[in-house]
Protein backbone atom coordinates (compact mmCIF):
# COMPACT_ATOMS: atom_id res chain seq x y z
CA UNK A 1 0.00 0.00 0.00
CA UNK A 2 2.84 2.57 0.28
CA UNK A 3 4.23 1.86 -2.82
CA UNK A 4 0.57 2.67 -4.40
CA UNK A 5 0.78 5.86 -2.49
CA UNK A 6 3.99 6.87 -3.28
CA UNK A 7 3.36 6.35 -7.32
CA UNK A 8 0.21 8.53 -6.66
CA UNK A 9 1.82 11.27 -5.08
CA UNK A 10 4.81 11.07 -7.37
CA UNK A 11 2.03 11.21 -10.50
CA UNK A 12 0.78 14.11 -8.73
CA UNK A 13 3.81 15.80 -8.88
CA UNK A 14 4.56 15.32 -12.93
CA UNK A 15 1.03 16.41 -13.35
CA UNK A 16 1.24 19.60 -10.89
CA UNK A 17 5.22 19.95 -12.84
CA UNK A 18 3.15 20.12 -16.26
CA UNK A 19 0.12 22.31 -15.22
CA UNK A 20 2.99 25.19 -13.89
CA UNK A 21 5.45 25.13 -16.86
CA UNK A 22 1.98 25.05 -19.54
CA UNK A 23 0.67 28.38 -17.55
CA UNK A 24 4.08 29.84 -18.50
CA UNK A 25 4.04 33.10 -20.28
CA UNK A 26 4.47 32.21 -24.03
CA UNK A 27 7.41 34.08 -25.89
CA UNK A 28 6.63 34.33 -29.54
CA UNK A 29 9.98 36.54 -29.68
CA UNK A 30 11.32 34.40 -33.47
CA UNK A 31 7.39 35.51 -35.11
CA UNK A 32 7.64 38.83 -34.05
CA UNK A 33 11.51 39.36 -35.27
CA UNK A 34 10.47 38.20 -38.31
CA UNK A 35 7.75 40.90 -39.02
CA UNK A 36 10.03 43.40 -37.88
CA UNK A 37 12.36 42.16 -40.25
CA UNK A 38 10.25 42.06 -43.04
CA UNK A 39 9.04 45.51 -42.90
CA UNK A 40 12.63 46.72 -42.80
CA UNK A 41 12.94 45.55 -46.60
CA UNK A 42 11.96 47.28 -49.12
CA UNK A 43 8.77 46.49 -50.91
CA UNK A 44 8.88 44.07 -53.97
CA UNK A 45 7.95 46.00 -57.68
CA UNK A 46 5.38 44.66 -60.16
CA UNK A 47 5.01 44.84 -63.56
CA UNK A 48 2.75 46.89 -65.28
CA UNK A 49 -0.31 45.37 -66.71
CA UNK A 50 0.30 45.49 -70.76
CA UNK A 51 -2.17 47.45 -72.75
CA UNK A 52 -4.13 46.15 -74.97
CA UNK A 53 -5.56 47.77 -78.42
CA UNK A 54 -9.86 47.25 -77.78
CA UNK A 55 -11.76 45.03 -79.23
CA UNK A 56 -13.21 45.79 -82.09
CA UNK A 57 -16.81 43.96 -83.19
CA UNK A 58 -16.84 41.90 -86.84
CA UNK A 59 -19.64 41.92 -88.39
CA UNK A 60 -20.68 38.82 -90.06
CA UNK A 61 -23.46 39.10 -92.92
CA UNK A 62 -23.81 36.38 -95.14
CA UNK A 63 -27.18 37.17 -95.97
CA UNK A 64 -26.44 37.54 -99.92
CA UNK A 65 -23.49 35.00 -99.75
CA UNK A 66 -24.53 31.08 -101.04
CA UNK A 67 -25.89 28.48 -98.65
CA UNK A 68 -22.50 26.17 -97.29
CA UNK A 69 -25.09 23.20 -97.81
CA UNK A 70 -25.11 23.64 -101.83
CA UNK A 71 -22.64 23.26 -104.41
CA UNK A 72 -21.04 26.00 -106.08
CA UNK A 73 -22.25 26.53 -109.33
CA UNK A 74 -19.00 25.38 -111.91
CA UNK A 75 -18.55 22.38 -109.86
CA UNK A 76 -22.92 21.63 -110.08
CA UNK A 77 -21.96 22.17 -113.49
CA UNK A 78 -18.92 19.73 -113.34
CA UNK A 79 -20.93 17.43 -111.24
CA UNK A 80 -23.67 16.95 -114.15
CA UNK A 81 -21.37 16.55 -116.74
CA UNK A 82 -19.93 13.39 -115.29
CA UNK A 83 -23.24 11.71 -114.20
CA UNK A 84 -22.91 8.16 -115.32
CA UNK A 85 -24.83 4.85 -115.38
CA UNK A 86 -23.47 3.70 -112.19
CA UNK A 87 -25.51 1.49 -109.83
CA UNK A 88 -24.64 -0.82 -106.94
CA UNK A 89 -27.01 -4.02 -107.67
CA UNK A 90 -29.23 -3.69 -104.49
CA UNK A 91 -30.66 -7.40 -105.40
CA UNK A 92 -27.85 -9.81 -104.65
CA UNK A 93 -26.89 -11.44 -101.61
CA UNK A 94 -24.54 -9.97 -99.38
CA UNK A 95 -21.40 -11.42 -98.48
CA UNK A 96 -20.11 -11.87 -94.84
CA UNK A 97 -17.57 -9.33 -95.84
CA UNK A 98 -19.90 -6.83 -96.56
CA UNK A 99 -20.74 -6.18 -92.80
CA UNK A 100 -17.52 -4.23 -92.09
CA UNK A 101 -16.57 -1.09 -92.77
CA UNK A 102 -13.95 -1.19 -95.41
CA UNK A 103 -11.35 0.48 -93.16
CA UNK A 104 -10.92 -2.54 -90.54
CA UNK A 105 -10.60 -4.71 -92.99
CA UNK A 106 -6.43 -6.03 -93.32
CA UNK A 107 -4.96 -8.45 -95.89
CA UNK A 108 -3.14 -10.78 -94.17
CA UNK A 109 -1.66 -13.72 -96.73
CA UNK A 110 -2.70 -15.26 -99.49
CA UNK A 111 -2.93 -19.08 -100.84
CA UNK A 112 -2.94 -20.54 -104.21
CA UNK A 113 -4.63 -23.25 -105.10
CA UNK A 114 -5.68 -25.17 -108.14
CA UNK A 115 -4.77 -22.29 -110.36
CA UNK A 116 -6.26 -20.13 -108.37
CA UNK A 117 -4.75 -17.03 -106.18
CA UNK A 118 -7.03 -16.55 -102.59
CA UNK A 119 -6.20 -13.48 -100.60
CA UNK A 120 -7.13 -13.87 -96.86
CA UNK A 121 -8.99 -11.03 -94.79
CA UNK A 122 -8.89 -10.58 -91.47
CA UNK A 123 -12.57 -8.65 -90.08
CA UNK A 124 -12.87 -6.79 -86.83
CA UNK A 125 -13.77 -10.20 -84.63
CA UNK A 126 -10.71 -11.87 -86.01
CA UNK A 127 -11.89 -14.18 -88.23
CA UNK A 128 -10.13 -14.90 -91.39
CA UNK A 129 -12.27 -15.26 -94.56
CA UNK A 130 -10.23 -15.94 -98.29
CA UNK A 131 -11.53 -14.17 -101.27
CA UNK A 132 -10.52 -13.79 -104.76
CA UNK A 133 -11.66 -11.64 -107.66
CA UNK A 134 -15.26 -10.71 -108.21
CA UNK A 135 -16.19 -10.96 -104.31
CA UNK A 136 -17.49 -8.03 -102.88
CA UNK A 137 -16.46 -6.63 -99.17
CA UNK A 138 -17.04 -3.21 -97.28
CA UNK A 139 -20.30 -1.25 -96.69
CA UNK A 140 -19.70 0.82 -100.63
CA UNK A 141 -20.86 -2.23 -102.54
CA UNK A 142 -16.61 -3.04 -103.36
CA UNK A 143 -15.86 -5.55 -105.54
CA UNK A 144 -12.24 -7.33 -106.41
CA UNK A 145 -11.46 -6.39 -109.30
CA UNK A 146 -7.67 -7.28 -108.64
CA UNK A 147 -5.38 -9.34 -106.52
CA UNK A 148 -1.46 -10.13 -106.25
CA UNK A 149 0.09 -11.71 -103.11
CA UNK A 150 0.70 -8.52 -101.90
CA UNK A 151 -2.58 -6.35 -102.52
CA UNK A 152 -6.22 -6.34 -103.09
CA UNK A 153 -7.67 -3.96 -105.77
CA UNK A 154 -11.45 -3.05 -105.03
CA UNK A 155 -14.04 -0.69 -106.83
CA UNK A 156 -16.28 0.79 -104.42
CA UNK A 157 -19.79 2.52 -105.30
CA UNK A 158 -20.47 5.49 -103.37
CA UNK A 159 -23.03 7.85 -103.54
CA UNK A 160 -22.17 11.06 -105.22
CA UNK A 161 -24.52 13.45 -103.36
CA UNK A 162 -26.62 14.14 -106.11
CA UNK A 163 -29.13 11.07 -105.87
CA UNK A 164 -26.18 8.87 -107.87
CA UNK A 165 -23.73 6.67 -107.60
CA UNK A 166 -19.53 7.02 -108.15
CA UNK A 167 -17.04 4.05 -108.08
CA UNK A 168 -13.93 4.68 -106.37
CA UNK A 169 -11.23 2.72 -106.50
CA UNK A 170 -9.32 1.45 -103.20
CA UNK A 171 -6.51 -0.76 -102.24
CA UNK A 172 -6.01 -3.08 -99.46
CA UNK A 173 -2.19 -4.31 -98.89
CA UNK A 174 -0.93 -6.71 -96.83
CA UNK A 175 0.06 -6.52 -92.80
CA UNK A 176 3.20 -6.85 -91.68
CA UNK A 177 3.59 -8.58 -88.43
CA UNK A 178 5.00 -6.27 -85.23
Not at 116 to 134: C, F, H, K, N, T
Request: positive net charge; glycine residues 6%; proline residues 7%.
Amino acid sequence: MFVMLMKAKGLLVACLCLVIIGCEKPSHQDVHDFIAESKRRQPGKVKALPIYAPYKPYLYNAARLRSPFEPPALVEKKILAAKSNVTPDLDRQKQRLENFEFTSLSMVGSIEKDGILWALIRDPDGSIERVRQGYYLGKNHGRITGLTTQSIDVVEIVPNGLDGWLERPNVITIKERQ
